[in-house]
């Protein structure tokens, strides 16, 4: 099994910056990717970014692309997101993912941080 705990979220005006931590334990050597979803009031949770374990591809979502920055600490394995620039649409409860080899889908899910961002 894989734990993940996540820290790091607040409040904050917009245009301020956030860094969420996401720290992997327990069975890491299984892990290859990692990524950050977010999910606000009454709607679904949305992909946010991810990095993949041995290469460090990144990927976002268009909606954070170029405000956002996703990294892995390999040795601690620990993701960052760093969230530049935050608008009040960004409000929402931001969770940590990791996907384990063999795996379609990401098969392990922290308890969520929050992060509201006021106007």
């Known amino acids: 099994q894989v734990q993940l705990v996540e820290s790091g979220g607040g409040l904050v005006q917009a245009g301020g910056s956030l860094r969420l931590s996401c720290a992997a334990s327990?069975?890491?050597?299984?892990?290859?990717?990692m990524g950050w979803f977010r999910q606000a009031p009454g709607k679904e949770r949305e992909f946010v970014a991810r990095?993949?374990?041995?290469?460090?591809?990144?990927n976002y979502a268009d909606s954070v692309k170029g405000r956002f920055t996703i990294a892995r600490d390999s040795s601690s394995y620990t993701v960052f997101l760093q969230m530049n620039n935050l608008k009040p649409e960004d409000t929402a409860v931001y969770y940590c993912?990791?996907?384990?080899?063999?795996?379609?889908?990401?098969?392990?899910w922290g308890q969520g941080t929050p992060v509201t961002v006021s106007s």
């Open positions: 990095v993949t374990w041995s290469g460090g591809n990144t």
């Open positions: 993912a990791a996907r384990s080899d063999g795996r379609v889908e990401y098969d392990h």
């Open positions: 327990g069975r890491i050597f299984r892990i290859n990717r």
